[in-house]
């Protein structure tokens, strides 16, 4: 990476930071990006150019998630059940829970203060569905539908954890989070 990628790299992890330092001090509503670029001493154009909405800025993570699962599935025994295989891609991501459970219950709390927050959470689980079936596709020897088989084994196992998350959430982060995770995954199987 060039040093002004890195430069750029780092303006926007900033930018995303105080940001998001914000949303949760405050509320994702109540915060404006005035406010934000008038913290952060920069400008509207600098902030629309690394983020196309506020919405945008809390799931900025997710975007570098996305890159690690594919590659953390694509890693993954070929032999392997095609969806074992993404359940275990999807727990990967444990270890962020796992680092820090209150950044992960903030997180969580943020992500449905608004239904444009709700969409965007959608829109980029939509994008991790897509790409982790292109790599599940691919395994899948010839035949017909692989593509929906994929798409269907992928979605299942993104519910599962979708909801295992949403469980341990809504039970305040107290209880094993793998544990809850495991019984969604053997749920969807």
Known sequence: MSLRDRKKQEVRVVIREKALELFIEKDFSSVSVEEIVLLLNVSRRTFFRYFPTK??????????LRDGLVQTLKARPETEDYYESVCETLSSLLRYYDENRD???KMMKLSKETSSLIAKSLEKRMLWERDLSAVI?????KGQDKDLRAKIIVGKAMTA????VEQWYAEGGKKNIRTILQKAFEFAK
Request: no cysteine; charged share 30%.
């Open 137 to 141: 596709a691919d395994r899948i020897s």
């Open 161 to 164: 954890f979708y909801y295992g």
């Open 103 to 105: 950044w992960s219950m």
């Open 55 to 64: 919405e945008d800025v809390v799931f900025d993570w997710y975007e570098e």
